[in-house]
């Protein structure tokens, strides 16, 4: 995936549940690139891309012959076990995600009928999109008859943003304090109890769509979780917070924590410098490309890397970068005289892209 330019890096968490998804919403600009048209009813669910009949026909009928198709740049680990952030699923009106380590209930008559995109080069996920059903039984998303709100679930992980913030309290103020001028402010962000754990919560609306959005967002392993909840329907929108309380959250999730705790690692950025890493070898690449590649380590306590999580490479980066960390040796983390599993980023590839000193500037705190 390519990278973003910087404004919707900026825009990303207070503006992905504007994207036009529907009717009710079209008319509110996003921070992401227009949905795909919708399939028809009867074609199966497909993810990943637009599979329009229409708009996108079959590529294997459009595709000249003796054509090569080239892979590009998607997500990787060097393991199937080791739950990902991405790894989130709905079965049975269930949302759950065992990385975060959040289980969530949907309201009655909700479902999802899309998975999100894969991981973007700037650590963003789109975890959840969910809508009413509709009398068909498909989600409203597509379906038939009004749309009654949205809630989408996405997670901005903290070592990769291009954002001047260091965690989700300072997510949620960034986003608060940089809304264009056409949503205006309804709540301030304030610290709320969802489910027993801390949150924050901010509001805002567009008095030209007459859309209003609840934003609660918390930190885990060091990603900003944000739930954004989306209606012209405040009630339905009170109805949909005090729904939250259903969710079942680790007990280290908070607005400035959520560095591990528990059954997780710590989670410690920049982790990978020159007074932790004992040995390392650098990839190297076949091919010259200018994309940033995000990759997550979990570091075991012998200080060997146990697991690899690309974020975003093409299929020669990330045999590269795999070949190469797994002959990094870490000094092991120790606290309190114990040695401790952590969790970090690198970056290979392009320099991210960055805010201007003004924009940091402009942080609220």
């Known amino acids: 995936m390519q990278s973003r330019s910087l404004v919707l890096c900026v825009l990303i968490f207070s503006f992905l549940a504007c994207a036009a998804w529907g009717q009710s919403i079209q008319s509110v600009p996003s921070a992401l690139p227009p949905p795909p048209n919708p399939p028809a009813e009867s074609a199966p669910q497909k993810n990943g891309g637009d599979f329009s009949s229409v708009t996108n026909p079959d590529p294997t009928k459009v595709v000249?012959?003796?054509?090569?198709?080239v892979k590009g740049a998607w997500y990787s680990a060097s393991d199937t076990t080791t739950p990902l952030p991405e790894g989130a699923t709905v079965a049975n009106s269930v949302f759950t995600n065992q990385y975060f380590g959040i289980t969530y209930p949907l309201p009655a008559n909700w479902q999802q009928k899309f998975t999100g995109p894969p991981p973007s080069d700037t650590g963003s996920y789109v975890l959840a999109e969910l809508a009413p059903a509709s009398s068909n039984g498909n989600a409203g998303l597509f379906g038939s008859g009004p749309i009654s709100g949205y809630i989408n679930i996405f997670a901005q992980d903290m070592f990769f943003t291009p954002i001047p913030v260091k965690?989700?309290?300072?997510?949620?103020?960034?986003?608060?304090?940089?809304?264009?001028?056409m949503y205006k402010v309804e709540m301030k962000p304030t610290e709320v109890k969802i489910a027993g754990q801390t949150f924050t919560f901010y509001a805002y609306w567009s008095p030209v769509a007459e859309l209003h959005w609840?934003?609660?967002a918390t930190e885990i392993r060091c990603h900003a979780v944000q739930i954004v909840m989306n209606s012209r329907d405040t009630k339905l929108l009170e109805k949909l917070m005090l729904d939250l309380n259903k969710m079942k959250l680790p007990a280290e999730a908070s607005p400035t924590g959520?560095?591990?705790?528990?059954?997780?690692p710590v989670c410690i950025k920049d982790y990978a410098d020159e007074e932790h890493v004992l040995e390392r070898v650098d990839p190297v690449f076949s091919v010259k490309r200018f994309n940033t590649i995000p990759v997550r380590i979990i570091i075991g306590k012998d200080g060997k890397i146990k697991h690899i999580h690309i974020l975003n490479a093409f299929p020669e980066q990330e045999k590269a970068i795999m070949d190469a960390l797994k002959q990094w040796q870490f000094r092991p983390y120790e606290r309190n005289g114990q040695r401790i599993e952590v969790e970090t980023g690198i970056t290979f590839g392009a320099a991210p892209p960055h805010v201007t000193a003004a924009a940091a500037d402009a942080v609220s705190n």
């Not at 959520?258 to 997780?264: A, D, M, R, V």
């Open 167 to 181: 965690d989700a309290l300072q997510m949620v103020n960034y986003s608060n304090s940089h809304l264009p001028g």
């Open 258 to 264: 959520g560095t591990g705790g528990g059954p997780f």
């Open 64 to 69: 000249p012959k003796d054509t090569i198709i």
């Open 214 to 216: 609840y934003v609660v």
